[in-house]
């Protein structure tokens, strides 16, 4: 006997390129989880969990029905498969929201599909089928090439010179592109950088040549290869100097209120792009260049850093909206202030905390929900005030949201997302454990069960 739980997938993935997308990132990312654990085996045609009653995860999404397992009965074996079933469970959810089911006959939540089909679908894991008709069936074209189909296609847009168009619906953390860069530098005075990129240029291949030299140059005149460089390149990590121009990353355009979010990952030194929102086919794929503000602010910075009048749907709202945007902004700002400052967190980390709240609705609200990097932060900072207090409790639920957050921006393999997991689990490793005080001293298994949400927040907060 013993009890069953798990997820179901309702409704089921079609063989459609959008699921197939999201499957093939969702697998990536449990491969990713678990390339260190010997129970975990990647076999042909699908993973297979070695603990509880074997499950599996096949690579062909639309067979996929149930991820479950027994999780009570021998206790190693059983925490192992519970383990498991909650880790792939929070993993799906990232990708697939809402169509996760969670079930659980312990608790009388029984899944959707009966026991027979889903015994079917398992079977059928191990006949892999063909690609082609998919594949042909979209493009017309070479199958083998256009497995790796973008969800994006590059258009001219006009008044904006080239960008990113989604192809297809693209769900909320898929990962949109990865990109390596064609050059990367510190600064330089620009006849300085001149001589650098022309001799850099000279060494790369012709194709990335012509790449470059497509490139927007927003300042033409003297100095052709720095001020394309000046006008196209991104920051190698937030705040680095060194700065790094790409073929395609550089052709997304802003917004200020952006549907993308694009970092730098320094272990892979390359540029990805994730999706923070929910994307329909025919949008603009979007990631932002300001440096937050007003809208006063915002379009003043592009206008002047980047020659263009900035219409995105956040500064082209209707004036009653924007008045209400500029003081949810300034809000932020200031918000963001009082909780970096360090005497504040010592003296009253309470209040930094209640900030933290503040921030995190000023938040939800001024980018529909869709914070991105941002909201990561954010759970950072409330995880940097609890554990300073010794609250590992607390810290150690901030740091999962932290998690979370930066698997949706960033995805699973992400330095910045590898350590906001491990603080999660272990949150007293952080150097500033105690560091001000321990007067809210408690262990990580404190976390109150049995709560609602608003209670659990209340609790979270310390309100
Ligand atoms: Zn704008």
């Known amino acids: 006997m013993g009890i069953d739980a798990g997820f179901d997938m309702v409704p089921r993935l079609s063989k459609g390129v959008v699921d197939k997308h999201n499957w093939d990132q969702f697998i990536s990312s449990i491969k990713q989880h678990y390339r260190d ?93 063909s690609h082609t008709s998919i594949a042909s069936f979209l493009t017309g074209s070479d199958p083998i090439k256009e497995l790796g189909i973008p969800v994006f296609e590059i258009k001219t847009i006009p008044g904006k010179g080239r960008g990113l168009i989604a192809r297809f619906n693209i769900s909320k953390g898929t990962r949109i592109l990865c990109e390596e860069p064609l050059i990367t530098t510190r600064p330089m005075p620009p006849s300085e950088l001149e001589l650098f990129l022309a001799a850099r240029l000279k060494a790369l291949p012709r194709v990335s040549q012509r790449q470059y030299l497509s490139l927007h140059n927003n300042y033409p005149g003297k100095y052709p290869f720095a001020n394309t460089f000046k006008t196209n390149a991104l920051p190698c990590g937030a705040g680095s100097i060194v700065g790094g121009v790409y073929p395609t990353i550089c052709l997304i355009n802003h917004s200020c209120i952006p549907n ?15 999706a923070i929102r929910p994307i329909k086919a025919g949008e603009e794929i979007t990631i932002p260049y300001d440096k937050g503000g007003t809208s006063a602010t915002r379009l003043a910075f592009l206008k002047e850093a980047f020659g263009f009048d900035c219409t995105c749907r956040g500064c082209s709202r209707p004036p009653s909206d924007l008045q209400a945007s500029d003081a949810r902004r300034l809000r932020i700002q200031s918000l963001d202030d009082a909780i970096g400052d360090p005497y504040r ?15 995190l609705q000023a938040l939800e609200e001024e980018y529909d929900g869709c914070a991105g990097a941002l909201g990561a932060r954010l759970y950072y900072d409330a ?15 901030f740091a999962e949201r932290a998690y979370r957050a930066r698997v949706v921006c960033e995805g699973e393999g992400s330095p910045e997302t590898q350590r906001a997991r491990a603080l999660a689990r272990r949150p007293a490793d952080h150097n500033s454990f105690g560091l001000c005080s321990m007067k809210w001293k408690s262990t990580r298994g404190m976390v109150p069960e049995g709560l609602d949400t608003a209670q659990f927040e209340r609790w979270l907060f310390r309100e």
């Open 345 to 359: 967190m010592q003296s009253r980390p309470r209040q930094s905390l209640r900030d933290c709240r503040s921030l």
């Open 260 to 274: 993308s979010h694009n970092s730098w990952d320094s272990n892979a030194k390359h540029e990805t792009i994730y």
């Open 37 to 129: 654990d010997p129970q975990v085996e990647t076999k042909p045609n699908y993973i297979l969990f070695k603990a509880g009653e074997r499950p599996k995860l096949p690579f062909e999404g639309h067979k996929f029905l149930r991820f479950s397992s027994k999780v009570s009965g021998a206790k190693a074996a059983a925490t192992r498969a519970q383990s498991y079933i909650d880790t792939v469970t929070r993993v799906a959810r990232v990708h697939f929201g809402s169509r996760v089911q969670c079930w659980n006959d312990g608790a009388d939540r029984y899944g959707t599909y009966d026991w027979g089909e889903v015994n079917e679908s398992i079977e059928s894991y191990e006949q892999p089928e």
């Open 383 to 397: 995880f940097q005030v609890s554990i300073a207090h010794g609250d590992q409790a607390r810290a150690g639920v």
